[in-house]
């Protein structure tokens, strides 16, 4: 089941406190947040391949060919590294503005920091270094992940 669902499920069978899944902003969120993974995608694949995939999903992906090329070969066509970061600029904006502080609806946790909350730890599993690059591109997400660490603690 996807994450929206799941959310959607909960809402359901628990309404209170809210997700917020009707709020304006998580129209915004889901259709920001992907355009940014995708730019920054050329850069984190070479990582994603070497420090969150076991051995056997590994090879798999490695068989897996990215627009009739391997992925190194695609990855150093699509412009890893600065090239992604330059492109991934703007759409992190974009999300970044979304949040009115600590959270997208202010002080109050929606299903749309939850969504932004779960790319930034997966830039995080990825490697440190490339949360702290979108936290250095766009402060508002760092906040938003500081100020979500209780959602964080359980991280395994």
């Known amino acids: 089941m996807e994450s ?15 997700l917020h899944l009707d709020a304006p902003v998580l129209a915004q969120v889901e259709d920001l947040l992907p355009k940014a993974v995708a730019a920054l995608y050329p850069a984190l694949v070479p990582d994603i ?34 090239g992604a970061w330059v492109r991934a600029r703007e759409p992190l904006g974009e999300v970044a503005r979304c949040v009115e502080g600590p959270f997208c ?31 250095e591109m766009e402060p508002v997400l760092g906040r938003l992940y500081a100020a979500s660490e209780g959602w964080l603690a359980r991280d395994t």
Request: aromatic residues 10%.
């Open 4 to 18: 929206r669902a799941i959310a959607t499920a909960i809402e359901t069978l628990s309404p209170l406190p809210s």
């Open 49 to 82: 391949l070497k420090n969150l995939l076991n051995a056997p999903s590994e090879v798999f992906v490695r068989r897996e060919k990215f627009g009739g090329m391997e992925v190194e070969e695609w990855v150093r066509v699509n412009g890893r590294a600065e």
């Open 105 to 135: 609806l202010g002080e109050e946790v929606s299903y749309a920091d939850f969504v932004i909350l779960g790319f930034l730890q997966f830039c995080k599993r990825i490697d440190q270094r490339y949360l702290d690059r979108v936290v």
